[in-house]
């Protein structure tokens, strides 16, 4: 059958031209994201392995019990995560993949903060704004439905091959939670709430930030939770285009047929990815 729509084409053009006019700017942006990334690693990295376990089971606790620490009832709420925590980092670093587990946490948290970066102000903007609402959702629904691997392309086109374009394809693919959630948040926002702040003489400034984000940041929290979520769900794939981590041994676990290291290295993604649920959960629970 002859083709008479070139929709393809065109975008390539597109990014074609983007490429050639800003390659300073997405040198710019590559060079800010590999260090990022290479610090952020390179700290976590030289921080010793029990300390880092004692950091966050305590963090994780903490997070669970709330200002019951010390007693019984929070004894009892925190303890099974902290013991979750204790064993699931402790089985990561005894199976040999504790280099590659800092790897993706450090790819998973500059994504979520890149996508949190943009996802929180739009959510706004969509919330406040119905011309910007009606623009940003088909926008927020075409990046939810395209494959995530058709990301990888551009991102390679751009950034080569590395940290940067599993980051920048990530961002893509979680940033729509981050949006629709903080929206939704804020227009769930009780209207005789607002009225009695504006009877009170609050500006639209401090009604923003004293009354609807307040208000509505479970919501948000919530929309934090599936950011990172989706940013883990996002790391096999991101391997492909040369990002470190446990989703690049999974990758070669497929290529090599090796059932051993593929299990182990996704055992070790689910469990970052309950440990970072369950935290963000009980946070977003307060």
Do not use: C
Not at 2 to 9: A, L, Q, Y
Not at 139 to 166: E, H, K, R, W
Request: hydrophobic share 55%; aromatic share 10%; no cysteine.
């Amino acid at each position: 059958m002859e083709r008479f729509i070139h929709i393809g084409k065109y975008i390539e053009e597109g990014i074609n031209a983007l490429e050639e006019s800003f390659s300073g700017l997405w040198g710019l942006i590559d060079d800010t994201i590999s260090w990022i990334v290479d610090s952020l690693n390179d700290l976590l990295l030289g921080i010793p392995f029990p300390v880092i376990i004692a950091i966050v089971a305590i963090g994780a606790y903490y997070a669970k019990a709330g200002k019951l620490f010390l007693k019984k009832e929070g004894f009892k709420k925190g303890i099974g995560l902290l013991l979750f925590v204790l064993l699931g980092l402790f089985l990561i670093y005894g199976m040999g993949y504790w280099k590659e587990a800092i790897q993706t946490t450090t790819l998973v948290l500059v994504s979520t903060f890149i996508a949190l970066l943009f996802g929180v102000p739009l959510g706004i903007a969509a919330a406040r704004n119905n011309l910007a609402d009606a623009v940003i959702r088909p926008i927020l629904d075409l990046m939810q439905t395209m494959p995530a691997f058709v990301y990888l392309i551009p991102a390679i086109f751009f950034f080569s091959v590395g940290n940067t374009p599993g980051v920048i394809a990530t961002v893509i693919f979680s940033l729509p939670p981050a949006v629709r959630l903080t929206s939704l948040g804020i227009k769930n926002v009780q209207t005789d709430v607002i009225e009695a702040g504006r009877a009170f003489g609050a500006t639209e400034k401090q009604i923003l930030f004293k009354i609807q984000l307040p208000l509505a940041m479970p919501t948000i929290l919530a929309g934090i939770n599936q950011v990172i979520l989706l940013a883990l769900s996002m790391v096999v794939i991101a391997s492909m285009v040369g990002a470190k981590g446990l989703g690049s041994i999974v990758y070669q676990g497929i290529q090599q047929n090796n059932i051993a290291k593929g299990f182990e290295s996704g055992l070790g993604i689910v469990v970052l990815a309950i440990i970072l649920d369950r935290i963000t959960q009980s946070i977003a629970k307060k």
